[in-house]
């Protein structure tokens, strides 16, 4: 018995050992569960590095690390992104943007009919829910989901070009809020990519992993997730290894709140501007895309810079004519200030929700592009009396924190992270094993 024991002992010794070296001189496996965090105004993907530990977001051709969620159709195809993008203002009827408000929600007849007329392209109503009609050499209409679905496939084949290896796994984040349908439609989504998903992860645990507040010593963690066209607040409650939602927008929040509205006051006063220059605003397509653009440029200038001069060319008669306005951040913000104050209320209803006095929050996480802004970081910062939690990228936080998820399920070694449970279920708990 004594021998055979020892025997035992030795093999696992044995295997620790080979586990060490394995780890130590053996090249890492190449990662191939990929994290995406499909947004409803930009969408990005990323891996967890094995060996390294590090999470890396994977850029497109350009590099850029998210792509606008963006799927327009043409008679050469289905385009996806910037390039589809491009296409928006040439092709607007058949350029599709923020589906993920529709996917599987369903709707009266007279509440998508309100909802549809503030888009260029056609909503339709089918059985409950939504869908887009397109014109290209046919006419025909597609899903939500069918749409998210191009955005993840474009994703996928960056992630593969990057990676070198086949990718069919997934981790897919979706807001805290969203009911078990969204959820299986979203899940719908990634099917139709190729993609099995091995786990859907609420944004703000995901957002909060990204910050490492997972192995943090907090109790209590505000997330603020300001997109380019939604606002989400969710307050998380960390127990031991649980992270629990304790309240969140579903019902307090403003979700068509976003960098988008920031963007339209300024392109009305630029349009303003325009018109008492030249007497009349420019008809073409391409120039309203050079104004919008350009108002784009200059309101992110301004996160870092006091004063930005917007740029356009408009028309195309001799070159056109290049208009030019100095746009300070005083103005801005002028032009903004009760939209900036409106991200006040669904904080303070979520705090009162949670039963949760604001000086007992922990850590305020900021999320999206557009907590960047400095008014909006103010006002936070006065409201709670400390700074909020800015060490990691706003634009970036939902997909690396879901690239540390993707990591976990795809068994990477070595993981850093306590692996973390979350039932696709539309459960508000986070068990951390």
């Not at 999470?55 to 996806?80: N, Q």
């Not at 700074?387 to 706003?394: A, G, I, K, L, M």
């Not at 990477?412 to 696709?424: G, H, K, Y």
Request: aromatic content about 6%; some cysteine.
């Amino acid at each position: 018995m004594a021998g055979e024991m020892s025997i035992l002992g030795s093999a696992v010794l044995a295997l620790f050992l080979a586990g060490y070296l394995g780890q130590q001189y053996l090249p890492p496996p190449k990662p191939r569960v990929i994290g995406l965090d499909l947004g409803t105004t930009f969408c990005s993907v990323g891996v967890f590095h094995p060996g390294v530990g590090d999470v890396e977001v994977i850029g497109d051709e350009e590099g850029r690390k998210s792509i606008p969620s963006v799927v327009s159709f043409s008679p050469s195809g289905i385009h996806a992104g910037y390039e589809a993008q491009e296409l928006a203002d040439a092709n607007p009827y058949n350029t599709i943007y923020d589906a993920k408000r529709f996917i599987g929600k369903l709707f009266k007849p007279e509440e998508l009919e309100r909802e549809g007329a503030q888009y260029q392209f056609k909503v339709v109503y089918n059985n409950r829910s939504a869908e887009f009609s397109i014109s290209t050499n046919r006419t025909f209409t597609v899903t939500p989901e069918f749409i998210g679905s191009r955005l993840l496939l474009k994703m996928r084949k960056m992630a593969e070009k990057q990676l070198g290896v086949p990718i069919t796994k997934a981790v897919i984040s979706v807001p805290a809020e969203f009911d078990e349908r969204q959820r299986n439609y979203t899940i719908r989504a990634a099917n139709l990519a190729g993609l099995d998903v091995l786990r859907v992860i609420n944004e703000p645990t995901a957002a909060a992993m990204a910050y490492g507040l997972h192995k943090a010593d907090v109790c209590s963690v505000l997330v603020v997730d300001l997109g380019g066209g939604t606002l989400d607040v969710s307050l998380l409650n960390k127990q031991g290894g649980m992270f629990l939602t304790r309240a969140m927008a579903d019902c307090a929040g403003n979700n068509k709140l976003g960098g988008q509205d920031f963007n339209q006051r300024l392109l009305q006063y630029v349009e303003q501007r325009v018109r008492q220059r030249h007497g009349a605003l420019p008809s073409r397509k391409q120039d309203r895309h050079q104004l919008r653009q350009a108002v784009e440029r200059a309101k992110l200038s301004l996160t870092l810079q006091p004063s930005a001069v917007l740029r356009a060319r408009l028309g195309h008669e001799a070159g056109g004519v290049l208009f030019e306005e100095l746009i300070t951040r005083e103005l801005f913000e002028q032009l903004n200030v009760d939209l900036f104050q409106k991200i006040l209320t669904p904080i303070e209803e979520v705090l009162r929700e949670g039963q949760l006095d604001k000086r007992e929050v922990d850590e305020i996480v900021l999320v999206g592009g557009s907590t960047r802004i400095p008014r909006i970081r103010q006002l936070i910062r006065e409201f709670f009396g400390k700074e909020p939690n800015t060490s990691v990228d706003p634009d970036l936080a939902v997909v690396t924190g879901v690239a540390i998820q993707a990591g976990i399920m795809g068994g990477s070694w070595p993981l850093q992270v306590s692996a973390i449970e979350i039932p696709n279920r539309h459960l508000r708990k986070t068990n951390f094993n």
